[in-house]
């Protein structure tokens, strides 16, 4: 044998095994983005089906376009709020104050990406942030779990608000709704007080013999490693005048996305129609289709809405509720964070020149 021939044709095989891995990856990639965009078109079919386009164009031709206005400064002062809390989540494991304005770039950056491409947001999200302050990814990106932690717990407190607050024809024919509501408003709570300890807490967990004998090491090691990075992550909700902060910020930060639903009301002339705990059940229901990972939100927001608004109000009529549903859904998600993104893409872009 030829000794010097071998590591050519070792190098060739490591070679050929990376382009096999980075073309499956591709591969995953593209089917999810194709299955993402085939969700989104069912959930759209199903949402327009036996709809006249006509009745929601003349719905759209009425509206009143001054509460459209308040709806693009509520949504983009809870995207400047989400910027400032990050700040906050970021700041212990940078070791120094983080600047707002690249904050909001790459927030804003993030919502804008996610119109075409589901998910790719947070990677845009976190590639701005490291770029513009120098910040390694893997301490970043556990900040962003926690973040995405923190919206998950506000998303379940609404929830068990909403089943609380449902109409009372659902809660007497149904009356374990209550009950569900109250436990998962107690839930919330209690993970929202355990969460600074999350990676103490899933650290314990993983050295008891009934778990840690009964895992794949494989999985171990990732439960290991996701551990470290909520200690990372959790740094700044050990603060006791920190953590405060960011839990208030949340609330509000929610509280301006349930503004949105409910200033685009009078657009539509439905204020007199739809209270506001009835726009809070809307409003929750249709986060719910944010977790649901379609292009923009589009099809999962449009039909949630308005199967929601059939709930709280029989009395619109369903191409009223869609043609509310997608004007909402093209200010928030699509123009207001894509013009701004760009606008501050720009102005970044010529101040460095």
């Not at 891995?21 to 993402?36: E, F, V």
């Not at 949504?75 to 070791?95: D, E, N, Q």
């Not at 405060?244 to 409910?262: D, E, H, K, R, T």
Request: hydrophobic content about 50%.
């Amino acid at each position: 044998m030829n000794l010097e021939e071998t590591p050519p044709s070792n190098a060739g095989e490591i070679a050929d095994a990376a382009d096999k891995s980075a073309d499956k990856s591709a591969s995953k990639n593209i089917l999810k983005h194709l299955a993402s965009f085939a969700i989104s078109g069912v959930l759209l079919y199903f949402a327009f089906n036996k709809v006249d386009p006509a009745e929601i164009w003349r719905y759209t031709q009425e509206m009143n376009p001054w509460p459209l206005a308040i709806v693009v400064v509520t949504a983009l002062a809870s995207h400047v709020l989400r910027a400032y809390r990050w700040t906050i989540l970021l700041k212990p494991f940078a070791g120094r104050q983080i600047n707002l304005v690249n904050s909001f770039y790459a927030v804003i950056l993030g919502y804008a990406i996610n119109v075409a491409i589901p998910r790719g947001g947070e990677v845009a999200r976190l590639l701005s942030i490291c770029k513009d302050e120098k910040l390694a990814w893997p301490g970043v990106l556990s900040t962003l779990l926690v973040d995405r932690m923190l919206d998950m717990a506000l998303l379940v407190f609404l929830l068990g608000t909403c089943l609380v607050f449902l109409p009372q024809s659902f809660l007497e024919t149904f009356p374990a709704l209550l009950k569900g509501g109250i436990g998962l408003l107690i839930a919330t709570i209690i993970g929202l007080l355990l969460l600074p300890y999350a990676g103490s807490i899933l650290r314990f967990l993983l050295k008891q013999n009934f778990i840690a004998g009964k895992l794949p090491k494989s999985v171990l090691d990732k439960l290991t490693e996701m551990a470290e990075q909520f200690d990372s992550g959790t740094r700044a909700l050990k603060d006791p005048v920190g953590y405060p902060l960011i839990a208030a910020l949340s609330f509000v930060i929610w509280g301006l996305y349930w503004c949105n639903f409910y200033f685009m009301l009078p657009a539509f002339h439905l204020e007199k129609i739809i209270g506001p705990v009835d726009t809070l059940i809307i409003f929750t229901i249709g986060s719910v289709g944010v977790l649901i990972p379609t292009p923009g939100n589009a099809g999962s927001f449009h039909y949630l809405v308005c199967q929601s608004m059939e709930l709280v109000a029989p009395q619109v009529s369903k191409a009223q509720a869609l043609a509310y549903a997608t004007i909402l859904h093209v200010l928030t998600f699509v123009l207001t964070n894509c013009i701004t993104a760009a606008l501050l893409f720009l102005f970044r872009k010529s101040s460095k020149k």
